[in-house]
């Protein structure tokens, strides 16, 4: 690791530690004292500073609580909300759980182009394009202007007209290995066990910010949960919330046992509002096959992370902004005022556009998911999120056919053994481990 990485670490450190409500102003002008020095001197003064980072807590006014614990996380939620037990007809249990698929894959290629892109960027290419408002597949035009180039990861395989299969990526490859881990372990898999199959079917290099610095140290021999913390300034970004949705699935009307699912996955590389987001999803989820009240949908989301967290603060700001501006344009513009300070790949901005999108789109699944995309940042987790999430509540054969037909019920992967999937043949082995844990929670 060279001395900018180093000092790239460091500096997100400082940035993370300050959003946790902790005092860094003196360590950071230690820090930038410590950039002028030659390399000989900066490596020790880089350290000393690290190490004086973790011994921060959060100062004595800072208004929230946000523990790591999941018995702490439990003490400080709002009164649990009950299961919503309810019978599945198998056939009806199967067309959400395939829809939740469908409609994740569909979502998370619409965003993959203009993944990183900020919503001025998307909004200028599609009136370039004369595509305004955004209700399709994104296409490429001739001549590309300068500037406009998609995101690395696609070709045009990825694009209108050329889609034959849902591309693969990390939005995808986590929910494909979550129902591996839990044909492998069972529904009693561990952190641990979570961490082992991440080291045998993800290859690093295509593991990113959180996940990757979890992965080192679990190579490291660093175990969860600390391997969420060690040195690892990603802690509360988005890569455990992408990673929400196979907990859902198979908890279908438990919200709390979707949680606590998300939860031990979430620890093996996040701390905090990083673990929040996870659970959140999962909690929606579960409760999004059992009614289409959005909603109740989000308040059972809600339910189960603490009710004094930043994250449930901004989803509360959200939803009272929803109930004075009728717009989303306008409303975007409040969220980011708020919130846009956020890096790009967040968990806490990034919930707030899925969360705008699904209550401006209505219960319409192109509606919520090209208003979760149009809103930037990191469209392609986003509109991943949101397809889910309504393809749960609509079911596949209510999804619009120009959004699913390209996907050829097909996805690529880079878990091993998954490379090439029927996304009904993933929706059926889900349903079959949906079954298990119906049976077990709800006979107890």
Same mark, same amino acid.
């Given at each position: 690791?060279?001395?900018?990485?180093?000092?790239?670490?460091?500096?997100?450190?400082?940035?993370?530690?300050?959003?946790?409500?902790?005092?860094?102003?003196?360590?950071?002008?230690?820090?930038?004292?410590?950039?002028?020095?030659?390399?000989?001197?900066?490596?020790?003064?880089?350290?000393?500073?690290?190490?004086?980072?973790?011994?921060?807590?959060?100062?004595?006014?800072?208004?929230?609580?946000?523990?790591?614990?999941?018995?702490?996380?439990?003490?400080?939620?709002?009164?649990?909300? =009950?299961?919503?037990?309810?019978?599945?007809?198998?056939?009806?249990?199967?067309?959400?759980?395939?829809? @939740?698929?469908?409609?994740?894959?569909?979502?998370?290629?619409?965003?993959?182009?203009?993944?990183?892109?900020?919503?001025?960027?998307?909004?200028?290419?599609?009136?370039?394009?004369?595509?305004?408002?955004?209700?399709?597949?994104?296409?490429?035009?001739?001549?590309?202007?300068?500037?406009?180039?998609?995101?690395?990861?696609?070709?045009?395989?990825?694009?209108?007209?050329?889609?034959?299969?849902?591309?693969?990526?990390?939005?995808?490859?986590?929910?494909?290995?979550?129902?591996?881990?839990?044909?492998?372990?069972?529904?009693?898999?561990?952190?641990?066990?979570?961490?082992?199959?991440?080291?045998?079917?993800?290859?690093?290099?295509?593991?990113?910010? @959180?996940?990757?610095?979890?992965?080192?140290?679990?190579?490291?021999?660093?175990?969860?949960?600390?391997?969420?913390?060690?040195?690892?300034?990603?802690?509360?970004?988005?890569?455990?919330?992408?990673?929400?949705?196979?907990?859902?699935?198979?908890?279908?009307?438990?919200?709390?046992? @979707?949680?606590?699912?998300?939860?031990?996955?979430?620890?093996?590389?996040?701390?905090?509002?990083?673990?929040?987001?996870?659970?959140?999803?999962?909690?929606?989820?579960?409760?999004?096959?059992?009614?289409?009240?959005?909603?109740?949908?989000?308040?059972?989301?809600?339910?189960?992370?603490?009710?004094?967290?930043?994250?449930?603060?901004?989803?509360?700001?959200?939803?009272?902004?929803?109930?004075?501006?009728?717009?989303?344009?306008?409303?975007?513009?409040?969220?980011?005022?708020?919130?846009?300070?956020?890096?790009?790949?967040?968990?806490?901005?990034?919930?707030?556009?899925?969360?705008?999108?699904?209550?401006?789109?209505?219960?319409?699944?192109?509606?919520?998911?090209?208003?979760?995309?149009?809103?930037?940042?990191?469209?392609?987790?986003?509109?991943?999120?949101?397809?889910?999430?309504?393809?749960?509540?609509?079911?596949? =054969?209510?999804?619009?056919?120009?959004?699913?037909?390209?996907?050829?019920?097909?996805?690529?992967?880079?878990?091993?053994?998954?490379?090439?999937?029927?996304?009904?043949?993933?929706?059926?082995?889900?349903?079959?481990?949906?079954?298990?844990?119906?049976?077990?929670?709800?006979?107890?």
């Amino acid at each position: 690791m060279n001395f900018m990485d180093i000092e790239f670490l460091l500096e997100q450190e400082i940035i993370q530690r300050r959003e946790e409500g902790c005092e860094v102003i003196e360590l950071e002008r230690l820090y930038n004292s410590a950039r002028l020095k030659s390399p000989s001197e900066k490596i020790g003064e880089y350290e000393k500073i690290y190490q004086e980072l973790e011994k921060l807590l959060p100062a004595k006014d800072f208004p929230f609580q946000e523990p790591s614990g999941w018995e702490e996380i439990r003490a400080c939620r709002p009164s649990a909300a =009950q299961p919503l037990r309810k019978y599945f007809p198998e056939e009806i249990l199967f067309d959400k759980i395939y829809g @939740a698929w469908l409609g994740r894959c569909a979502g998370c290629l619409l965003g993959k182009p203009v993944e990183g892109w900020p919503r001025s960027k998307i909004e200028s290419y599609l009136e370039y394009a004369g595509e305004t408002p955004l209700n399709n597949y994104f296409s490429k035009i001739y001549p590309l202007p300068s500037g406009f180039e998609f995101h690395p990861s696609v070709q045009t395989e990825g694009l209108r007209g050329e889609i034959n299969y849902a591309l693969r990526d990390d939005d995808l490859d986590y929910t494909i290995l979550g129902l591996h881990i839990l044909e492998e372990h069972g529904i009693d898999f561990s952190s641990q066990d979570i961490a082992n199959e991440w080291l045998s079917h993800l290859p690093y290099s295509l593991v990113y910010t @959180a996940e990757r610095v979890a992965y080192r140290n679990l190579v490291n021999g660093i175990k969860p949960p600390f391997s969420a913390s060690y040195c690892n300034p990603y802690r509360e970004w988005i890569g455990a919330q992408i990673r929400a949705d196979i907990w859902g699935y198979i908890a279908p009307g438990l919200p709390e046992v @979707a949680a606590e699912f998300a939860y031990r996955d979430a620890v093996v590389s996040h701390t905090k509002n990083g673990i929040y987001g996870e659970i959140w999803v999962s909690a929606m989820l579960a409760a999004a096959f059992v009614t289409n009240d959005l909603y109740e949908v989000i308040n059972y989301g809600l339910s189960e992370i603490p009710r004094n967290c930043r994250l449930a603060k901004a989803i509360k700001t959200v939803l009272r902004i929803k109930e004075d501006i009728q717009d989303w344009d306008r409303a975007w513009q409040k969220v980011m005022e708020k919130y846009g300070s956020y890096n790009s790949i967040h968990t806490i901005n990034n919930a707030l556009l899925v969360l705008l999108g699904l209550l401006y789109g209505e219960g319409d699944y192109e509606k919520a998911i090209t208003l979760s995309v149009r809103g930037g940042l990191d469209t392609d987790c986003n509109g991943a999120t949101a397809g889910s999430l309504m393809g749960a509540i609509l079911g596949a =054969q209510a999804l619009p056919e120009k959004w699913i037909s390209p996907l050829n019920d097909k996805v690529k992967s880079i878990v091993t053994g998954y490379n090439d999937c029927r996304i009904s043949l993933l929706a059926d082995r889900t349903l079959k481990l949906a079954k298990q844990v119906l049976a077990s929670y709800i006979l107890q």
